[in-house]
């Protein structure tokens, strides 16, 4: 199987039978890596206590593809997106557009997207809000919030945040988000 010329569209790869999970990047199908543990377990987490302060017409949901064109669709860990005029039955991808928040816990096999790559992709794109989060050098949770700042080229974190409770990024939660590297803290089953 060789790619077009062109690159892939989404509509061409998501019908193809691949054995992994992909992302589509500038017409590129990229593998996405295997996760461990504590990323799911934190992952799930942030989405639950999201779902938990959430107001309406804004819902959450976890490795959702998220559509900036036919040719890019990064799947970010969680999303938090606004829900009015889109067809819940019949969409396959989120549009950018849509998006409130975007949250990315970062991986080995992810770093340098997670750091670099998707914060100045969603930004360029205007979605107000980006959480990077990550295991620091002491094993701890360091929770990184990028706000859409228009003087910030390229995007860089406006807060750090290790352990203990998130932000409520600009007044759009009601509560503090519990991250924690304990998977009984971070998971509500």
């Known amino acids: ?39 799911n377990h934190v992952r799930d987490g942030i989405a639950d206590a999201l779902k938990a302060a959430r107001i309406e017409p804004y819902r959450v949901v976890t490795e959702q593809c998220v559509m900036f064109d036919d040719r ?19 969409l396959e991808c989120v549009p950018v557009e849509k998006l409130a ?17 998707k914060p100045a992709l969603f930004a360029e794109a205007k979605v107000p809000c980006y959480w990077r989060v990550e295991l620091d ?8 919030e990028y706000w859409l700042h228009s003087d910030r080229t390229p995007p860089a974190p406006a807060f750090t945040f290790r352990c203990g409770r998130t932000p409520t990024s600009a007044g759009t939660w009601a509560a503090g988000i519990p991250v924690s590297g304990s998977p009984s803290a971070t998971s509500t089953g």
Do not use: C
């Open 137 to 144: 050098r002491d094993q701890r949770l360091a929770v990184h």
């Open 1 to 39: 199987m060789f790619p077009p010329a062109d690159g892939w569209t989404f509509d061409q790869v998501k019908h193809l039978e691949l054995p992994f999970d992909w992302e589509l990047v500038d017409g590129v199908i990229v593998a996405r890596g295997q996760t461990k543990l504590w990323h």
């Open 72 to 90: 890019n669709t990064p799947k970010p860990d969680v999303i938090v997106y606004d829900t009015r005029k889109l067809n819940f039955f019949e």
């Open 101 to 117: 928040l975007v949250v990315e816990v970062v991986s080995p096999g992810s770093r340098q997207d997670d750091r670099v790559r």
